[in-house]
């Protein structure tokens, strides 16, 4: 996650994280499989599983 500048969130509880893109296509494939699919992935080697709410600051109706 380092690579998106991942920030804690003042509410303690949600991250911030900076994602460059130049397509939405690009921005889809960077947060559905760069991060949620390996997030899942890591939580199902642990015998877990995640839940996420991806929502873009800049548009908060636009979400994932």
């Known amino acids: 996650m380092s690579q998106y500048v991942m ?6 509880v949600d991250y911030i994280l900076t994602i460059p893109y130049e397509t939405d296509e690009q921005l889809e494939q960077v947060i559905y499989r760069d991060i949620l699919q ?4 890591y939580a ?5 599983f995640i839940e996420t709410d991806v929502v ?3 548009d908060p109706g636009r979400h994932w």
């Open 56 to 58: 873009a600051l800049d």
């Open 7 to 12: 920030e804690k969130h003042p509410n303690e």
């Open 38 to 41: 390996e997030a899942a992935s």
């Open 44 to 48: 199902d080697a642990r015998n877990c």
